[in-house]
C-alpha cells in the first residue's frame, strides 16, 4: 500500500555533552551503531504504524553493514526491494547526540546514490510513494513521475535541505518539511502560512519540532500542538513523523486524525536513543494518546501566531 524509496544509512553515533562548534574537537563517551537512513527510517515507522502494508526500494553494498539495515527493516515488516553493489559501501552516517537531545549528522551516501527509477517494484497495489532527498534527484523525479503515471500519492519529505526544481514540486500531491526546508523550497518572504500557500502541492505539512505541526490541505488549516517528553535522542522523530503519517492516510484516516497520530510517534521516538529502535509500535502509540488530555488552548494559540509571525 506504501511503497518508500530512499535511502538507509548505518548510523555511527557518539554521545557528547555538547555538538562541537567549527574547529572544534569535543570528548565524546562510547560509539553506538543503529540502524537509519531517512528512508529506512520512515520505512519502518509507516510498517510499525501498522494498517498499511509496506515496501522499499533501497540501494545497498555488499557488506556487513548492508545485513543489519536489512535485518533491521525485515523485522519491522518492510517488504524490500533491494539492489546490491560490490563496489560501493552501502549508507553511512556519523552523528553527535549532545545531552540535551540535540543531534549533528553528516552522511556519506555510498550506494544511496546508486538508487534509480528503474529499481522501483511493479507499481500496482500501492497506493503512496514516500521519498526523501538521500537519493538522486533524478531518481526522485523520475520515480514521481511513474508513481503519478501508475495513479498513486506521490509524498515527499524534502529532506536534507535544498532547492527544488518546479518540474518536482509540480509531481508531488503531499510535501513535508520542517522550517528550514520550507525557506529552502519556497523563495517566499513572510510567514509559514505564506510560504506554505505559495506551494503548488495539494497537501502541505510543516513539522516544527517541540512546537508541532500544521498542515495546509486544499487550502484547510489544521495545527497540531506538540507532546512533552522526556527527550533523549531526536534522531529520526522527523521520519516517524513522515512515515507514521502516510500509514495512517494510507489507511483512510483524514488529516485531523492522522496529524495526533504522527505526532504522538514522533515525540515518542524522542524518548530513546537511536534512529529505527526508537520508533514507537501503534499500540504504544494508541496508549500514550489515550494518556493525554485534548489540546492545551495556550499551546494551541501559541502555535498558530508563530505560523502567521513574519518571518
Ligand atoms: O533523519 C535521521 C537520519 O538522517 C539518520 O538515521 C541518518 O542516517 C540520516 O539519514
Do not use: W
Request: glycine share 8%.
Amino acid at each position: 500500500m506504501v511503497l518508500i524509496a530512499g535511502s538507509a544509512n548505518l548510523d555511527f553515533v557518539v554521545r557528547a555533552q555538547r555538538i562541537p562548534a567549527p574547529g572544534e574537537t569535543v570528548l565524546g563517551r562510547d560509539l553506538q551503531t543503529f540502524p537509519g537512513g531517512k528512508g529506512a527510517n520512515q520505512a519502518v515507522a509507516c510498517a510499525r504504524a501498522g494498517g498499511a502494508r509496506t515496501g522499499m526500494a533501497l540501494a545497498l553494498g555488499r557488506d556487513a553493514y548492508a545485513l543489519a539495515l536489512k535485518a533491521s527493516l525485515e523485522n519491522a515488516g518492510v517488504v524490500l526491494h533491494a539492489q546490491a553493489f560490490d563496489d560501493v559501501a552501502s549508507g553511512t552516517a556519523f552523528i553527535c547526540v549532545s545531552d540535551d537531545a540535540e543531534n549533528a549528522i553528516t552522511v556519506a551516501p555510498g550506494a544511496n546514490t546508486r538508487l534509480l527509477a528503474t529499481h522501483l517494484p511493479a507499481l500496482d497495489g500501492y497506493r503512496y510513494l514516500l521519498m526523501q532527498l538521500e537519493i538522486p534527484l533524478s531518481t526522485v523525479i523520475e520515480s514521481a513521475r511513474l508513481a503519478r503515471a501508475a495513479g498513486l500519492q506521490v509524498a515527499l519529505n524534502a529532506a536534507p535541505a535544498q532547492a527544488l526544481p518546479p518540474e518536482l514540486l509540480a509531481l508531488v500531491d503531499l510535501l513535508i518539511v520542517n522550517e528550514g526546508e520550507l525557506r529552502a523550497i519556497s523563495h517566499k518572504q513572510g510567514s509559514i502560512l505564506d510560504a506554505m500557500a505559495a506551494l503548488p502541492c495539494q497537501t502541505v505539512v510543516v513539522t516544527l519540532g517541540a512546537r508541532g505541526a500544521v498542515a495546509r490541505q486544499d487550502g484547510e488549516l489544521h495545527y497540531q500542538t506538540g507532546f512533552v517528553v522526556q527527550a533523549v535522542d531526536t534522531t529520526g522523530a522527523g521520519d516517524t513523523f513522515c512515515g507514521v503519517l502516510i500509514a495512517q492516510l494510507a489507511a483512510g484516516h483524514p488529516m485531523p486524525q492522522a496529524l495526533p497520530f504522527a505526532s504522538a510517534a514522533a515525540a515518542l521516538c524522542c524518548t530513546k536513543p537511536g534512529a529505527q529502535s526508537s520508533i514507537p509500535a501503534a499500540i504504544e502509540v494508541s496508549a500514550f494518546l489515550a494518556e493525554r488530555s485534548a489540546s492545551d488552548p495556550a499551546a494551541q494559540h501559541e502555535l498558530e501566531r508563530y505560523c502567521q509571525a513574519l518571518a
